[in-house]
DNA sequence: CGGTAGAAACATCGGCCCGG
DNA sequence: CCGGGCCGATGTTTCTACCG
């Protein structure tokens, strides 16, 4: 109604975003000033809401003064009048929370905050600073009188929300897309919506974290520990979208909550069928994508839930309402019962609670201090759930291997060539990287402690011995040993760098300690590494260190 | 170190649009 | 021209950070 937004490719994206209008569509003076001095640093939800309540507000006063004029009393800074439509709006904030029983105070702060920064800006630049400060007194005054905007809300039931068995069991046969319980009715829809439900279920994404996935997240790495391939899915940003075309663009909640982390075959061949075989060419790079070609809206993932929890059987409906006091699965139930199961894996494969939990932090992005694990712990216990868990996928993917068979004799699936091709272009941009360094210096100087002598590495380009003399020691760097040319040049980047900075002894250390990482994790491990944001690293600094 | 404010997520609903 | 599916708008919950 009166909170619009703009968007149009047309304008500079700086001009883009929420404006509050009057009804004749004409923006609210104030609104908009207090938009761009405060609203930048909010992210796009918050400052929506905020503007909503100032919307209210200005709406308050139209209605006890009669007339629209919010916008006037602020410039004439006439403080009577503000102060009592100020309380008028209190009044009915309070009522409203009181209708229906939420709390509506966010309304009130916003509101008084608004009026607060205007003025305190104003008095900061108006010649009338002294009358300003008069009325910064009183809005303090409103601020302590209504301080406590407490509303009887009735205290909710704390159910710990992990999914029974038999409810995940109902879900799975119903998600499944050869299933006649199936509720969409294109198979396209229902590959998409079976792909999205396991990403929920078997990752604990959040909801929008699973729409911000570009067509690449999933990503396959050679483990030698394994002695084969390990898929991993990142959960970061689109970095192949600069501007998200949604209303509501979803998000990644904080900054922790970027996060690599290892993904199930079963689920992977799943996307990836989904992807290959229904998903086709878009302009754009997002995974998950609607009917009309577009990235999903994140309403529509409720709207799938709840088809889902339509088709459930009345015994899981009643084992539903009984256990949750609910009808309805929520893609937040699935991250709630994906924690429950990954923490009970983890303690059943002989691990300490405590590991158990740090695993669960990495796994679902919380913060280090997160007490969100423990919540869990306490449900950790419901084994038949694991069992269910393990037996019905696997039950389901057997399904998925049989239509394989039967759409594809061969039996070469797209995936690995799909993911090798990208695989050999990750590569590519961190050789280019390499490339660019500037080159080696002619020769490499650096001071023996012991001798107090300056030594001098000639040509350190082109020699792969490179001769250390440190504290009476004489060491060989053997670049030789990297078969790999562009590693090698890189090694010679990192010691050449150290050997400008530090002793010898360490350098010599360090050149150990890289040919150590070549041997153990092989070559790549350093363009991959050149590749990886530094969020990614988290997974490395958490488990294996 | 517990409680709370604030930010950003999740959930629901009405209406519109597009394909059959 | 009808109805499912989707999107925008609005309401609610979750999670972190900060403060005393």
Request: with cysteine.
């Amino acid at each position: 109604m009166t909170l619009e937004r703009i968007r149009s490719p047309q304008l500079p994206p700086q001009l883009n975003g929420r404006v509050l209008t009057d009804e004749r569509g004409v923006p609210r003076y104030w609104a908009t000033v207090w938009e761009a001095l405060h609203g930048g640093d909010l992210s796009e939800s918050t400052l929506a809401a905020k503007l909503r309540a100032i919307d209210r507000l200005y709406h308050s006063v139209r209605e006890q003064t009669g007339a629209d004029c919010l916008d006037r009393l602020i410039a004439e800074g006439d403080f009577d009048q503000l102060e009592s439509c100020l309380e008028g709006f209190f009044v009915h904030v309070r009522n409203a929370s009181a209708n229906s029983r939420t709390d509506r105070s966010v309304d009130w702060r916003a509101a008084l905050d608004f009026v607060r920064d205007i003025f305190e800006r104003r008095s900061r630049s108006d010649s009338v600073a002294r009358s300003f400060d008069l009325m910064q007194a009183r809005l303090l005054r409103l601020q302590r009188l209504y301080a406590s905007l407490n509303v009887s809300r009735q205290p909710k039931l704390k159910a710990m929300r992990a999914l029974p068995a038999a409810v995940i069991e109902d879900l799975y046969s119903i998600a499944n897309p050869t299933s006649v319980r199936n509720p969409f009715r294109s198979e396209g829809q229902r590959w998409r919506n079976y792909a999205l439900f396991l990403l929920y279920l078997h990752q604990g994404l959040r909801r929008g974290e699973a729409l911000i996935l570009p067509l690449d997240a999933i990503k396959e790495d050679f483990d030698p520990s394994i002695g084969g391939y390990r898929k991993w899915i990142d959960v970061t940003w689109n970095q192949y979208e600069g501007d998200d075309p949604r209303y509501n663009a979803p998000g990644i909640k904080t900054a922790l909550s970027h996060r690599q982390i290892p993904i199930a075959d079963g689920v992977t061949d799943i996307v990836q069928h989904y992807v290959d075989n229904y998903r086709g060419r878009q302009n754009h790079t997002f995974l998950i994508a609607s009917n009309r070609h577009r990235p999903l809206a994140l309403p529509t993932v409720n709207l799938m839930f709840d088809g889902l929890s339509g088709a459930l059987s009345p015994a899981a409906r009643t084992e539903l309402r009984n256990r949750l006091h609910t009808d309805k699965v929520t893609p937040h139930d699935c991250r709630h019962t994906c924690a429950v199961v990954r923490l009970a894996e983890f303690v059943a494969s002989g691990m300490e609670m405590e590991l158990a939990l740090q695993n669960l932090r990495v796994f679902f992005g919380w913060t280090k201090a997160s007490e969100m694990p423990r919540h869990y712990a306490r449900a950790y216990f419901e084994d038949r759930l694991i069992s269910v868990w393990q037996k019905k996928f696997d039950d389901r993917v057997d399904v998925l291997r049989a239509i394989r068979c039967r759409s594809d004799p061969a039996g070469t699936p797209m995936t690995s060539n799909r993911a090798k091709a990208g695989k050999v272009q990750k590569h590519a941009a961190a050789r280019r990287a390499i490339a660019a360094l500037p080159s080696l210096p002619s020769h490499i100087r650096y001071l023996d402690e012991y001798e107090d002598e300056w030594k001098t590495i000639h040509h350190p380009a082109e020699c792969n011995k490179w001769v250390i003399e440190y504290d009476t020691n004489t060491s060989i760097l053997d670049f030789s040993k990297f078969n790999d040319s562009d590693i090698c040049l890189l090694a010679k980047h990192v010691c050449a760098w150290l050997l400008n900075r530090s002793a010898p002894a360490h350098v010599v250390l360090n050149f150990y300690g890289l040919l150590s990482i070549a041997n153990d994790s092989g070559e790549s491990w350093f363009l991959e590494g050149i590749d990886r944001a530094p969020y990614d690293w988290n997974f490395y600094w958490d488990v294996r260190l």
